[in-house]
């Protein structure tokens, strides 16, 4: 592992909670305020979405033009086309979490150091949730043995 | 909705920032994709490090998310809110957050960023559900339990 490799990866995770932080992501009511579309509807957080959107699709397809990644062999995108059940229950479940709290993966691990313990508590249970959902990922996706 | 009319939303909304903020992330999505060829999806990559699997640039990402993070709550507190949920529901969120992430291959970068700028139809359903869930969600809060 090149040095040249983990420091792109520390400015990618840089670049990533300033923009999160900027795009005020990191503030839990103004999430909540965004997903309020039947109150006080805030649409600020869409443009977050739009502004991510609109710089990485073009450079999305700039870069896969090319034969490999610049620290890896080659590169690793999920090809998986089906729409099944597993993506959309557990979309649902996410999106039911998400509204709870306020905090979607990325802002929670952005705010967690805190003397307050609100965003640990939750870094700490969506650990368990992510090793449950691995657990439950390779437990059903096991071969089929019917034709 | 008719008491809140449309100049009083747009009012609200702070679209410099919301750009600003959302360019950096697909800035930074793109150099992780550029040097390590891999999706900025924050739910796997973060995973993929609890379950040590030693894949360094990974935690090398996670680890200065959080640093950053934690910098920037210092120096700008005011970008950081605080959740109006209670310590045990916020316990209940991370959960659901973080198995319906796993379950659903992903959350609002992986999906909602990435495979949205990708035109992957997973990725778009995913998103519409999620954002769906989360909107029902909300009102269901505001409405019923207050």
Known sequence: ?147 | MDAYPFWWILSRVDVARGLVGGGLIGLSAAVFLLFHGEIAGISGLCSSVLQRTRHVHRIAFIGSLVAVGALLRWLWPSAFGSSAASLPLLAVAGLLVGFGARVGSGCTSGHGVCGMSRGSPRSIVATLVFMGAAAVTVFAIRRLGA
Not at chain 1, 5 to 28: E, K, Q, R, W
Request: proline residues 7%.
């Open chain 1, 1 to 147: 592992m090149s040095r040249r490799s983990i420091l792109a990866a520390v400015v990618a995770g840089a670049l990533f909670a300033i923009g999160l932080a900027v795009g005020g992501m990191t503030d839990p009511a103004k999430v909540t305020g965004f997903l309020d579309f039947t109150g006080h509807w805030d649409p600020s957080l869409a443009f977050v979405m739009g502004g991510a959107i609109a710089v990485y699709a073009p450079l999305h397809r700039f870069v896969t033009r090319r034969r490999a990644p610049l620290d890896a062999p080659s590169f690793d995108l999920p090809d998986a086309r089906r729409i099944d059940r597993r993506l959309v229950v557990g979309a649902a479940i996410f999106g039911i979490g998400w509204g709870i709290g306020g905090y979607c993966p990325g802002p929670s691990l952005v705010s967690l150091v805190s003397a307050e313990p609100a965003t640990w508590v939750f870094v700490a249970a969506m650990a368990v949730g992510l090793a449950l959902g691995e657990w439950s990922r390779e437990a059903t996706s096991a071969p089929r043995t019917d034709p």
